[in-house]
């Protein structure tokens, strides 16, 4: 049965830390590219970042660049999202998902709220 499992979402302060997990099963995850995405309430889903298989390579959207870094374990089958300096406009349900060859496999989120 594959499942992506995401965690460590929560409420923090502005300027706070956060560190998500997407914990992977049910299939061969060291060869997915694996991307975090978010969705604020009344918007659209936004695409944050994203790790190649092996780690190598790691692209972000402007608004988390110097922020947020994504990182992964492979031996674990997790994928990790720090979130560092958090804005109120971060504030949105996380979600990670796996890709490769047109598979394509999503978690089920993880709420992140940034307020004071």
């Known amino acids: 049965q594959v499942q992506l499992v995401e965690s460590g979402g929560g409420l923090v302060q502005p300027g706070g830390s956060l560190r998500l997990s997407c914990a992977a099963s049910?299939?061969?995850?060291?060869?997915?590219?694996v991307s975090w995405y978010r969705q604020a309430p009344g918007k659209e889903r936004e695409w944050v970042a994203i790790?190649?298989?092996?780690?190598?390579?790691?692209i972000y959207v402007d608004a988390v660049k110097g922020r947020f870094a994504i990182s992964r374990d492979n031996a674990k089958n997790t994928v990790f999202l720090q979130m560092n300096s958090l804005k109120p406009e971060d504030t949105a349900k996380y979600y990670c998902?796996?890709?490769?060859?047109?598979?394509?496999?999503w978690g089920q989120g993880t709420q992140v709220t940034v307020s004071s």
């Open positions: 790790i190649t298989s092996d780690g190598a390579t790691t």
């Open positions: 049910g299939f061969t995850f060291s060869s997915y590219a």
């Open positions: 998902k796996a890709a490769r060859s047109g598979r394509i496999y």
